[in-house]
């Protein structure tokens, strides 16, 4: 699928040009222009083993979508107060991996993740929705007849519904914010569960697949990306203080956990695909960008200490991308008819 697609859509530069998002700074960052390097297939790694326990299978039905609150999320993690994507980081992540994109590979990554699953008329659940180039890719370039895109918090979902207006797909598209937690939707609600890169914000994977898993039709499909941690356990002291250096609440599954709390939920056909080689390679490019002669110019866009920051965050990651510590995978799965 992703070659068919690939074939359709010459290079992200091209994509964002039709869409109406032409960023010259974009089209020249070199690992957009790489991005098709691998079909990620040759990757694959199927993986089971024991995870998460915590919250309990929810039958919520008909709630209505909730405001964040300081209350208890998934898994009993506390809901921070604190803005984590917040305008100055998603202008950043944007400039970096294509705008209304908070995560690497942009539409040529969304085309791995759907690689075997038809979108086509179906209504997704896109988790974690961002700032909404995902669920927009969704309905235009594969055909979703309608995206429900749920985040958490305001200034992505600011930008989401903004960009969706744009984008003149404002009745095929909704962005609710809800509380982390239980989907707030009824059993059987949609077609297919999309995610791209904001799972690891979801401690209790557990709870996160029985979750998808109910409010899924049967014979419903599950893809996402998700940045996962190669083993159980606690994470290494390098990945520590990545993690810390992120400064986001990162809570990241092994992929043997993982696959474990999709069959455990009752998923078929589960499938993972290790993605490290991929952007292993990718973030090195990324900062060697960061660190660059563009350094000055996104100092002065963005401030310098914070790309300071940045570039400390990027040199940890390609350091547990380069141990394999850190791994993200492609998930899908099937609920069974
Ligand atoms: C790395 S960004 C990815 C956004 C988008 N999927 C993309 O690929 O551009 C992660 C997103 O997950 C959202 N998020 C964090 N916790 C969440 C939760 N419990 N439920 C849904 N989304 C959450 C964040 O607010 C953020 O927008």
């Known amino acids: ?20 998002h032409t960023s010259a700074r974009a089209a020249q960052r070199p690992w957009l222009r790489d991005l098709r390097g691998s079909s990620g297939e040759d990757l694959k790694a199927r993986e089971g083993g024991a995870f998460c326990q915590g919250e309990g299978a929810q039958t919520q039905k008909d709630l209505p979508y909730q405001q964040a609150s300081p209350s208890c999320g998934t898994g009993g993690m506390p809901v921070h107060d604190e803005i984590l994507y917040n305008n100055q980081l998603i202008a950043f992540l944007e400039e970096i991996w294509g705008d209304g994109y908070l995560s690497p590979g942009g539409p040529d990554e969304v085309a791995r993740v759907l690689t075997g699953v038809d979108v086509t008329g179906q209504h997704v659940l896109d988790i974690g929705s961002g700032s909404g180039a995902c669920a927009i890719a969704l309905v235009q370039e594969y055909g979703a007849s309608r995206v429900t895109g749920i985040d958490v918090e305001d200034p992505v979902c ?3 519904r903004d960009r969706v207006s744009r984008a003149g797909v404002t009745t095929q598209i909704e962005i609710l914010k809800v509380d982390p937690g239980p989907f707030p ?11 791209k890169d904001a799972i690891i914000h979801i401690p209790d994977k557990a709870a996160m697949a029985r979750g998808a898993f109910r409010v899924l039709k049967p014979g419903g499909r599950f893809a996402a990306s998700d940045w996962l941690m190669s083993h159980d356990g606690p994470p290494s002291a390098q990945m520590t203080d990545y993690i810390k250096e992120e400064g986001l609440d990162f809570a990241m599954a092994s992929p043997r956990s993982y696959a474990t709390a999709m ?10 695909v290790n993605r490290n080689p991929w952007y292993a390679k990718v973030a090195a490019q990324e900062l060697a960008w960061l660190v660059g002669p563009d350094r000055p110019d996104l100092s002065a866009r963005h401030g310098q200490d914070f790309i300071d920051h940045q570039v400390d965050i990027w040199t940890k990651l390609v350091g547990v991308l380069e141990s394999g510590e850190h791994c993200p995978h492609h998930i899908r799965a099937r609920k069974p008819v």
């Open 158 to 160: 600011d930008a989401a």
């Open 1 to 20: 699928m992703f070659w068919a697609w690939a074939k359709h859509v010459s290079s992200m530069a091209e994509l964002l040009r039709r869409s109406g």
């Open 263 to 272: 069959e455990q939920a009752g998923f078929v056909d589960v499938e993972l």
């Open 185 to 195: 939707f009824a059993d059987g609600a949609f077609d297919v569960v999309f995610s």
